[in-house]
């Protein structure tokens, strides 16, 4: 029987949101696996563009429910944003007057390649799955991107309920109002549906983690202020060492128990769940299943030794900031699935960069913002900041303004003002900061960690989008002179890439599927990042050895074909918070 109490009393729609990497989709799969086990029709749904559903069930994603062999009564969809945007343009198109001319229509269509079509997209299916698109189905659950980007989602239903209210005039980014109009009282239903609390429930997932539970503590707020009450809070991956002199399994134990401890006190009165952590990895049914089964499941311990010796013999992260920090300038881009440790290796690759006599600009582009928490203090040479959407937004309306509001008159002004309250301009706001941070690092070191994969997608989409723009309205006029982003990132003398993964599969599939995209993009990653490794801490309690032959696997996986270049980061007893504990992961004494 499943374990979990918010089984017990499931509304319609369950919402799985939290960090990277705390096990969102493992949960959220497993709890709609129990669901559909239990007699219901369950439709599983990814928001996450990066979704390993995939992997972890064994089926083809598409952007229509796909049966899942094996478990009767589940089917499976996720809103593919490119997808998304297609049929949402063809709609919006449908839509215009019959007597609209050739012009009108190519203007509209120019409108529509933006990259802020992309996200309300998404948006408008996701719409359409809370406002009666999923009404052949009991339990609609859904899995996830990490919190951030979540966030962003959850908030757009009340951000376009409020932009269109009242407003007849014009066209936006989107396209003509009007064919937003037609959609407001969906938009409104799905406001009305996240804020109903007997239709819908909000599971914030988190593990035994600092980091972890003070994004679900600050999401929890956040969500509340959005209008979703209806909460509970699944605690993933609970360890207890059953070897007393296991040194790395005693300070695993204790850092979870410290974690839980200091946990705020609104989270902590919220309903709860635990979730012992497992031996196995959740890939395929059976896992699936057992990850919520009472009994404690240990698959047979194996003997770390070999594979420490094994693991030992990679470079460490002091390697690769040498390697890093030889062409004396450049982007260095840190990517991977979220909850791997990439603010870490970031923001320890900056701070090494510093020690090797490198002024260093340290930014993030990841909506949650760990970074200065991470980093803790400050360092002569490293500056610090992130890309703030709100305030990138007001910069970029300021600019707009500025610039096309002369010669207008007041209604004029009034209808560009009123288009740039849209919510997708902070996309493109976004992407402007973006642009100018990867133009920086013509001349100085820029460190950039980026936001969880799927969200990194995005912008990454907004690059290309941006680039085959300026192609079409400049390349002619300036052949071999312009250079766009898309073109720096392409250069691997301006741009470095370094993939931060766990070994685990899961974060392994995901970081060879990011360098597949970023190799469409002609991007080539310069190295791999294994973090966390308990192979390389050493360890002999049973759980934790069993867990080292799936560890094992993986560093074989990168090393037989992914990854030329690799560098290995140990699990560590204390988090590397600060300027000290950073260093030293770089330090040149190593």
Known sequence: MPRLKLLDHPTRHLFFTGKGGVGKTSLSTACAIALADGGKQVLLVSTDAASNLDEMLGITLANTPVPVPGVPGLSVLNIDPDNAAQSYRARVLAQMDPASTEDERSQVQEQLSGACTTEIAAFDEFANLLSGDAAGYDHVVFDTAPTGHTLRLLS????????????????????????LKMQEARFAQALQTLSDANQTMVVLVTRPDVGAITEAARTSLELQDLGLHNQRLAINGVFHASVADDAVATAFEALGTQALAAMPAHLQALPQDHIPLRAFDTVGLPALRALLQTRES????????????????????????DALAAPGRGLIMVMGKGGVGKTTVAAAIAAGLVERGHSVHLSTTDPADHLRVTVDGSLPGLKVDRIDPKVETEKYIAKVMAAKSPGLDAAGIALL????????????????????????ARSAFVVLDTAPTGHSLLLMDATGAYHRQMLREYGDA???????????????????????????????????????????????????????????????????????????????RIANGLSRNTYLVPWLAERPVGIAALSALTSLSK
Do not use: Y
């Open 156 to 179: 757009l239903p009340k951000a376009w309920t409020g932009f269109l209210e009242g407003n007849d005039r014009g066209a936006s980014c989107l396209g003509p109002h009007s064919g």
């Open 298 to 321: 240990l698959a047979p311990p194996s003997t770390p030794t070999q594979t420490t010796q094994q693991v030992d013999a990679r470079p460490t992260l002091a390697a690769l900031t």
């Open 417 to 440: 003002h009123e288009d740039l309250q849209s919510p997708c301009t902070e996309e493109v706001a976004v992407f402007h900061a973006f642009s100018r941070i990867v133009s920086e």
């Open 478 to 556: 300036n052949p071999g002179r312009l250079v766009t982003p898309l073109m720096r990132l392409q250069d691997p003398q301006h741009t470095r890439i370094v993939l931060v993964t766990l070994p685990e599969v899961t974060p392994v599939s995901q970081a060879a599927a990011r360098q597949d995209d970023l190799r469409r993009a002609k991007i080539e990653p310069f190295a791999w990042v294994i973090n966390k490794s308990m192979a390389a801490a050493g360890t002999h309690d049973p759980l934790l050895a069993a867990r080292l032959a799936g560890e094992q696997q993986q560093m074989d």
